[in-house]
C-alpha cells in the first residue's frame, strides 16, 4: 500500500507528505455475566496521509495540510483521487510556514510490554480471569464485560527524511456490575492497560462490585455544603491532565494559556504538597516521528517543560517534542486510611469532568462515602463543583498507587473548600 501512495504522490507532484501506516491485530472477548459468549479475531490495515501545499497570500508565506484515510481493498485510482482532494484542500489552510520534522531511518522498535509473552488470545483469557477472580458473591456481581487484547505495527514516513516503525501493546475493555437488592443497580467500569496488569484489574474489579453493593444500599444525598473532598482512581487521572494541557505550545502560542517555564503553576503560597509530574511516553515516537523520552513537567511546582507537535513548537522557538499521552504523578505522603478521615469520598459519578481552560471540575455524585467520626455514610445524589486553581494550594495525595495507561501516580488526592449540592 506504501509503494502504490508514494507512486500517486509523484504523479501528482507532491514534494511534502507524510505517510503513518497501522496495523492492528487484536484477540476479542464478550462476555454475559461469567459466561464467554463470543470471541473473535480482528487485523486491520489503514494509512493515515498528510500532503503539505506552500503559498503565498498578501506577501505571507504559508504551508497548509490536508489529510486522508486510505483504506486496504482501496484501488490505485481510488486512492490517488484522496490524495488529490486533500491536496486541493490543503491550499485553504493558512497556517504560518513552518519546516517539517526532519528525521531519519531507524531500526524498527517493539515496546517492552509483559503482553508480548504470549499470544493475543492468551492475554485475553488472562485477563478474563483476573476480571472474574474478584466476581464471587451472590448479591453483586459482574453482568457483562468486553476484553480487547490489541498489537499495533506503527511505520511513519515523510519527505523530510523520517522513516521509524514501532509495534505497542494495549489490553483494555469495559464491564458492568449489577445489584439487585434492596434495588437493582447497575454501573459502568472501563480498564486501559500497556501490560498485563492483571493483579490492578483484579482489584478494580473488586472496587467496583463493592460499589454497586453500597449503592443499592444508598438511599440519602450528602448535605449542601462545603468538603474537604477525596477523589480516587481515574479522577485524579482525570484532575492531573489540567496541567499537561495547560502546558501545552498550541495553548500557549494561541494565548488560551499564560504558563512559560519557571512559572510557580500552583501558585506562590503552597501549603500542601508541591507537584512533582513527569511527562511520559505511550511510544517511542510521535505521530511525526519525533523521539519521545520522558520528560519532567512540573518540579516543586514550577513548570519545568512547554510541550507538543513540531509546527507549534517552532512557532514559540523551542525544541518539538511531540504530544504525550501519560502522566506521572510523583507525590504521596498520607496514607488512604489518614487522609479520608472527615472527608467526603466520591467513588463513582455519572461523569466526572475537567475544564482544562478553567481549571474547573465536577460531576454528579453516583456513590460516596462521608467518613465521621461516628463511623462512614454510604451516600448517593448531588453534585460536586470545584475549581483546582483556587485549591492547588492545599493539594495532598495517598502513599496507594494507581496505574492505567495514561496515568500512573497516587490513588487518591484530597482537595479543601469543593462545594457539594445535596
Known sequence: MRDIILNALQALDIANYQIESTETESAELFFIQKTLDMRRTKRTTGCTVTVYRDFEADGVKFRGSSQTQIFEGMTPDEIRGRIKDAFFAA????????????????????MPSTLAD?????????????????????????NSAEIFAIKSRVGILS????????????????FVTQCKIPQDVEQFFQFDYADLNAEALTAKAKQAIAAV?????????????????????????????????????????????DWAVGK??????????????????????????????????????????????????QYLGIEPTGYYERIGVNNGTVALDDLRRGCLCPVSFSDFQM??????????????????EDGVQILTGGSINGSLPEKQGNLVFSTERYDTLNYTGPFAVKIEGVEVAG
Open 159 to 174: 519527505s523530510a527524511g523520517v522513516d521509524i516503525a514501532y509495534t505497542r501493546y494495549e489490553v483494555k475493555g469495559e
Open 118 to 142: 504470549r499470544s493475543l488470545e492468551e492475554d485475553a483469557l488472562v485477563m478474563a480471569e483476573a476480571l472474574f477472580a474478584a466476581d464471587t458473591a451472590e448479591d453483586a456481581f459482574i
Open 213 to 257: 453493593r453500597d449503592r443499592a444500599s444508598a438511599q440519602r444525598s450528602p448535605q449542601a455544603g462545603t468538603y474537604s473532598v477525596v477523589l480516587s482512581g481515574d479522577q485524579v487521572a482525570t484532575i492531573m491532565e489540567y496541567y499537561a494541557e495547560r502546558a501545552l505550545a498550541p495553548y500557549v502560542y494561541a494565548h488560551y494559556s
Open 91 to 110: 491550499q485553504f489552510v493558512k497556517n504560518p510556514f513552518y519546516e517539517l520534522y526532519a528525521g531519519k531511518k531507524e531500526a524498527p522498535v517493539e
Open 264 to 313: 510557580q503553576v500552583q501558585g506562590e503560597d503552597v501549603q500542601g504538597e508541591k507537584l512533582d509530574l513527569t511527562l511520559l511516553p505511550l511510544a517511542p515516537y510521535s505521530e511525526e516521528g519525533i523521539p519521545m523520552v520522558a520528560r519532567p513537567l512540573v518540579k516543586d511546582g514550577e513548570l519545568q517543560l512547554i510541550y507538543g507537535a513540531n509546527r507549534f513548537c
Open 355 to 372: 475544564d482544562a481552560f478553567t481549571g474547573h471540575f465536577g460531576g454528579e455524585i453516583r456513590l460516596a462515602y462521608l467518613y465521621t
